[in-house]
């Protein structure tokens, strides 16, 4: 992606860097003042996210400069100097990690309130990709942030994306989750921090089973998480691609688990009702997703 600036200015190097301050690491240009800078550098970081959110059908972008600003998410943004037809060099990609609190199911289906990196959004440009791009900047981050791809919450990940952790990682075998989410074997085995097992007698209501994706401020606009989003799945196929939560999990869990499941879901009479095939009001389903 080119800019009418020099990217090679705000980015000092190849791979940057950038947190919720937004400044550049290894910026350099001495004649171009910090606010300018960070100006393209916001301009970078909102093109690209809206290139992504193209790419991926999402009805609004999930990586813009403000959300950098008041989230405590790391960007990894991959230039080139050589892709240069205008000089000024190209941004290439991203990729955005973060740490969230999550409720993740493991094999045995126990809930397990865990804090785990999140891959949130990752994106190389159209014209580039398949070219080994989208493996450095992962290889990039994986370095920098010390984890290993199996320890990776993924937030709703394309197909594209599945097919990528397959090849370079190996990554196939997802443990099925009700959130967004996916995790795959061995993220319990590899955990950092041992995950923390739910007390038994804990009220239901204190659960919260779908926890807050980076997605999450999309729902009203695409869905609410696999179950409750099967009435809406047909126009949702058609918008934003085959679900792979949808896909990896749906096979997993007969009717009697999904129940099973949904004990933690706001409205178990909402489950039912969709499991029926009824899909309620408009109001009714805004209510279930939150
Ligand atoms: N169809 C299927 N698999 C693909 C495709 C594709 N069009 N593009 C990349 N891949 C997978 C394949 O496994 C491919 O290997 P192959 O060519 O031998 O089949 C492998 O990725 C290529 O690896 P890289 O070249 O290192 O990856 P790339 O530079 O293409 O980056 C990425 C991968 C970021 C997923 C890129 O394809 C992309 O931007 N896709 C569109 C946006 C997207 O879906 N992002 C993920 C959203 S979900 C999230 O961010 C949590």
Redesign the pocket.
């Known amino acids: 992606m080119e800019f009418p600036f020099e990217v090679d200015v705000v980015f000092g190097e190849r791979i940057t860097t950038v947190d919720q301050h937004l400044r550049p690491s290894g910026r350099r240009g001495p004649t171009v003042t910090q606010v300018n800078l960070q100006r393209q550098l916001m301009t970078i970081i909102d093109e690209m996210g809206k290139a992504?959110a193209k790419?991926?059908n999402l009805p609004a972008p999930i990586t813009s400069a403000s959300r950098m600003q008041t989230n405590r998410h790391v960007l990894y943004i991959l230039k080139d100097n050589e892709l240069k037809p205008t000089g000024k060099g190209v941004v290439i990609?991203f990729?955005?990690v973060g740490y969230k609190k999550l409720f993740v199911l493991d094999r045995h289906g126990a809930h397990n309130e865990v804090e785990p990196l999140c891959?949130?959004?990752?994106?190389?440009?159209?014209s580039?990709?398949?070219?080994?791009?989208?493996?450095?900047?992962?290889e990039h981050m994986l370095q920098h942030e010390r984890v290993e791809p199996y320890q990776l919450a993924?937030?709703?990940?394309?197909?594209?994306?599945l097919?990528?952790l397959?090849?370079?990682y190996s990554l196939r075998e997802t443990i099925p989750q009700v959130n967004n989410f996916v995790v795959f074997e061995g993220f319990f085995d590899h955990q950092h921090a041992p995950a923390k097992k739910l007390p038994p007698k804990r009220a239901e209501e204190e659960i919260k089973p779908y926890s807050l994706t980076d997605r999450e401020f999309l729902k009203e606009e695409v869905e609410p998480p696999w179950p409750l989003n099967q009435s809406r799945s047909l126009t949702r196929s058609s918008s934003l691609g085959n679900s792979p939560v949808r896909s990896c999990l749906k096979p997993f869990l007969n009717e009697q688990e999904l129940l099973k499941n949904l004990r933690l879901c706001p409205s178990h009479s909402a489950a039912h009702h969709l499991l029926n095939g009824e899909t309620g009001s408009p109001a009714a389903q805004r209510r279930r997703t939150r």
């Open positions: 992504s790419a991926q990609g990729l955005k891959l949130l959004d990752f994106y190389v440009h159209e580039l990709q398949r070219h080994g791009y989208g493996k450095e900047l992962f993924v937030d709703r990940p394309s197909e594209k994306l097919c990528f397959r090849k370079h």
